[in-house]
């Protein structure tokens, strides 16, 4: 069923005060926050009417905004806030949207409220049927105007546009001022906090470096470095076999296997009281895992013309975003909020403070875009990024094999670009007191763990790693602790240093082709190692208790 735009001019009651549920703010605080009250309709001006134009004029469309539709039946009940009906008999037919569900974001011109309604058959893709509202202030117009923007009942979908009069609201307190100028990390008192027998303080007492044997390990084949790791200190791992999940002790507790042997899973991640991971031969689901009883919730298909792995990233509540292939995506529950495609294929996935989404394509472009999907801004890229890092002060940093750039989260702007010779040619991570850490490779394949100042980019400290043992990750703490993995091709080389100094605290070697890193809030760590059997492993930032 394919609809026409039709529009209509409707009188509409201007409210005289602002109500929080019709309120659309922007997250970066950037734009004015407005109220969308003129829009609402009520019961002495009847709802939102529209018809069907274009395919069938024996339906109409009927609708309200931040407010439950002023007519209902028993398809239609009281909550709904945009239905389908028969025009002659006027019987309800869907519920394409929920009061309940509504979530506003501010837009340059206006403001996007969507919502989600009943169930919807005629779908492969979505579930559930869903409405969303276009809204463009007008002074010029008293009285709003709306039209069908988009409708397709293949995907489950309407789109209206209110064209009409907005109410202005005082502007947000401004945001946090940025760091200083000379952004310089905080020295310690002493080289090395005491022990205080937590498993997350430093064993050695005077800074001296030791191995540490990490002896508590669990094996598991085929073991993926995009495991993750929950405050309890429980480790979710992508294997060979499914996902592996091991206990705070290092012991295995069971694996959650793939519904066929040939689906193969790319990444998982924690979401509220669940567990998704994104399987198939494509990567074409996400499937949710309850972590009460371990069994699948839903599964969501996504769309994806290609073969592709995926990335995961945990939101708020049991919301995510994830890339496959080009199409980024956002989901709640087994529900898909949004999905957008650019061009090339996703390489990396980030979110800042004010969850804007950041991601790094192969076509050299690095784009942002709000929690609801609307695009924001680009950044270009001298070549593909290999690494993507959100950090404090909603700032950006991306490295690829010629520069690193810094980057306002909020506006897309170039705070400093620096040549990779002298700054990273690897991962990065940012700490809490404005310096970032990252992977530097010299000409002659000498690596260096290298800090930098945020405002600037000038280097404070390095400490040389060794020939051909790049850095594959690194793990910051709030105790100002950075934990990295390096490999030369054949041994892991795990290693503690203080952000703030570059000065040691321990270090072991594993054998090994590769390792990721992982960290919990409650400060937990895991490294995932890869050689032929693999090896997950649970440890603290002094290497918890094997080094005592």
């Known amino acids: 069923r394919a609809m026409g735009p039709a529009t209509v001019l409707l009188t509409v009651l201007l409210a005289a005060t602002a109500h929080a549920h019709c309120i659309a703010s922007d997250p970066a605080g950037v734009l004015p926050p407005i109220d969308l009250a003129p829009f609402t309709r009520t019961a002495a001006t009847g709802d939102f009417v529209l018809p069907e134009s274009g395919f069938d004029d024996k339906y109409e469309w009927v609708f309200n905004l931040c407010a439950p539709t002023v007519w209902h039946d028993a398809r239609c009940p009281p909550d709904a806030m945009a239905c389908e009906r028969l025009k002659s008999a006027q019987i309800g037919t869907a519920v394409f949207g929920y009061y309940a569900t509504q979530a506003i974001e501010r837009t340059a011109t206006g403001a996007i409220a969507r919502t989600v309604g009943g169930t919807c058959e005629s779908s492969s893709e979505y579930t559930n049927y869903r409405a969303d509202y276009y809204v463009e202030c007008d002074p010029s117009l008293p009285t709003p105007v709306v039209s069908v923007r988009n409708a397709s009942f293949i995907d489950c979908y309407v789109a209206f546009t209110l064209r009409g009069i907005c109410n202005s609201l005082p502007p947000p307190p401004p945001p946090p001022p940025p760091p200083a100028t000379t952004c310089v990390s905080p020295k310690r008192a002493a080289p090395w906090p005491a022990p205080h027998g937590d498993g997350l303080g430093w064993a050695q007492g005077a800074g001296v470096p030791r191995a540490c044997n990490l002896d508590a390990r669990v094996s598991a084949s085929g073991v993926s470095s995009s495991a993750v790791i929950d405050d309890a200190g429980t480790a979710y791992s992508p294997t060979a076999a499914g996902v592996l999940v091991?206990?705070?002790?290092?012991?295995?507790?069971?694996?959650?296997?793939?519904?066929?042997?040939?689906?193969?899973?790319?990444?998982?991640?924690?979401?509220?009281?669940v567990v998704v991971v994104v399987a198939g031969p494509a990567s074409t689901s996400a499937v949710r895992y309850s972590l009460k009883d371990w069994t699948q919730i839903s599964s969501t298909v996504l769309s994806v013309t290609a073969a592709a792995s995926a990335i995961l990233l945990p939101h708020v509540d049991d919301?995510?975003?994830?890339?496959?292939?080009?199409?980024?995506?956002s989901a709640k529950g087994d529900?898909?909020?949004?999905?957008?495609?650019?061009?090339?294929?996703?390489?990396?996935?980030?979110?800042?403070?004010?969850?804007?989404?950041?991601?790094?394509?192969?076509?050299?472009?690095?784009?942002?875009?709000?929690?609801?999907g609307i695009p924001k801004w680009t950044v270009a890229a001298s070549s593909a990024p290999t690494a993507l890092m959100a950090g404090p002060w909603s700032t950006l940093m991306f490295t690829s094999q010629i520069e690193t750039v810094l980057v306002s989260g909020v506006t897309g702007a170039v705070t400093w670009r620096a040549p990779a010779n002298s700054t990273c040619t690897a991962v990065t991570a940012m700490t809490s007191s404005c310096v970032t850490l990252c992977g530097h490779r010299d000409a002659n394949d000498n690596w260096y763990l290298v800090a930098l100042g945020l405002n600037e980019g000038t280097e404070l400290w390095r400490v040389s790693l060794g020939k051909w043992h790049a850095v594959t990750d690194i793990v910051v703490g709030d105790n100002g602790v950075a934990v990295y993995a390096t490999s030369d091709g054949s041994t892991v080389t795990l290693g503690a240093v203080d952000a703030a100094t570059g000065a040691a605290a321990w270090t072991t070697q594993l054998g090994g082709t590769g390792a990721g890193l992982s960290i919990a809030t409650s400060g937990a760590i895991m490294a995932s190692v890869q050689n032929d059997e693999g090896y997950l492993y649970i440890f603290g930032f002094d290497g918890d208790t094997p080094c005592q």
Do not use: E, H, K
């Open 246 to 273: 091991v206990s705070t002790q290092a012991t295995p507790t069971y694996v959650i296997r793939p519904p066929a042997a040939s689906v193969i899973i790319s990444d998982v991640v924690i979401a509220g009281a």
């Open 319 to 329: 919301s995510y975003f994830g890339a496959v292939g080009n199409v980024l995506f």
């Open 335 to 372: 529900q898909l909020s949004w999905t957008v495609a650019v061009d090339g294929q996703t390489i990396a996935l980030a979110s800042n403070a004010d969850s804007t989404v950041l991601f790094a394509t192969t076509s050299l472009t690095v784009y942002a875009v709000t929690a609801s």
